[in-house]
């Protein structure tokens, strides 16, 4: 997610989740780093609260539970009801 690009639509993105219902959602900061330095600004590099925030909207719109973050990545897991949060082999 791009802050000042394409955070602004939370209810667009609800629409295509419930639309094509994947088992997980990882909202996820941009991050100013290689190519994209030369493009964009860190003024676009979402806090982790911000990431949070648009996480929680998403949760409220769709049928999806916020599961787990991890701060250091700026990094959301939203998962379907239903779903298993772990895969076993």
């Not at 330095?37 to 996480?55: C, G, Q, S, V």
């Amino acid at each position: 997610l791009v802050k000042g690009l394409n955070m602004e639509d939370v209810e667009g993105y609800a629409k295509i989740i419930e639309k094509y219902e994947p088992d997980f959602v990882e909202p996820k900061a941009f991050m100013l780093v290689g190519s994209a330095r030369e493009r964009l600004k860190i003024e676009n590099m979402p806090r982790h609260e911000d990431i949070m925030n648009f996480a929680r909207k998403l949760a409220k719109l769709t049928s999806y539970e916020l599961v787990a973050e991890k701060a250091e990545s700026r990094v959301a897991l939203l998962m379907k009801e239903g779903v298993k949060r772990f895969i076993n082999t």
